[in-house]
T-cell receptor, first 116, second 115 residues
């Protein structure tokens, strides 16, 4: 079975600074996707960034980028130029590609507070 | 509607009562997920529907939990004989089959409080 681990329950960063959230996962699969979701206080889950396991190049979306280390099964999220609106719970998620089920498996989350 | 809609947004029920939570997915989305989020916890997978395939029920915590998806669209999650430990936010998501150019869209959840 696949598992996703986020070892940082809470983090804090000053506005305009850079912060990195950690995520590791365990799987024997070779084809999968990894995701970072953001959940602000409104409870609305929002996709931040996605990485396909077969791609060596790290995904980037504006101020958000990932460091994907497939051999180490690590998938960290870097937020540059942090903004107050980045304050939220961040979840790392795994999905096996193909097969009978495509369920998303989530980590326990990291609560990020951006300080003014 | 444009997004995933869940109702009610909040539900308070007495221990032992049955509750039904509703999810209206985005039109045309073949996949539908239910998750449970307890306070300070991650998202716990409950059940997954994909088209006409048999649902993946592997995450349902007990036989008090059941879900159905009628006509490949609306889904209802039913909790029978509710217990206090069932108190949580129940999130629904829908997607086309997840892949390179798709993503799961989430509703805003139903906060269930069992008193």
């Amino acid at each position: 079975a696949q598992t996703v681990t986020q070892s940082q329950p809470e983090m804090s960063v000053q506005e305009a600074e850079t912060v990195t959230l950690s995520c590791t996962y365990d799987t024997s699969e070779n084809n999968y996707y990894l995701f970072w979701y953001k959940q602000p206080p409104s409870r609305q889950m929002i996709l931040v960034i996605r990485q396909e396991a077969y791609k060596q190049q790290n995904a980037t979306e504006n101020r958000f980028s990932v460091n994907f280390q497939k051999a180490a099964k690590s998938f960290s999220l870097k937020i540059s130029d942090s903004q107050l609106g980045d304050t939220a719970m961040y979840f790392c998620a795994f999905m096996k590609y193909g097969g009978a089920t495509n369920k998303l498996i989530f980590g326990t989350g990291t609560l990020l507070a951006v300080q003014p | 509607g444009a997004g995933v809609s869940q109702s009610p947004s909040n539900k308070v029920t007495e221990k032992g009562k049955d509750v039904e939570l509703r999810c209206d997915p985005i039109s045309g989305h073949t996949a539908l997920y239910w998750y449970r989020q307890s306070l300070g916890q991650g998202l716990e997978f409950l059940i997954y529907f994909q088209g006409n395939s048999a649902p993946d029920k592997s995450g349902l915590p007990s036989d008090r939990f059941s879900a159905e998806r009628t006509g490949g669209s609306v889904s209802t999650l039913t909790i029978q004989r509710t217990q206090q430990e069932d108190s949580a936010v129940y999130l629904c998501a829908s997607s086309l089959v997840l892949g390179e150019h798709t993503e799961a869209f989430f509703g805003q959840g139903t906060r269930l409080t069992v008193v």
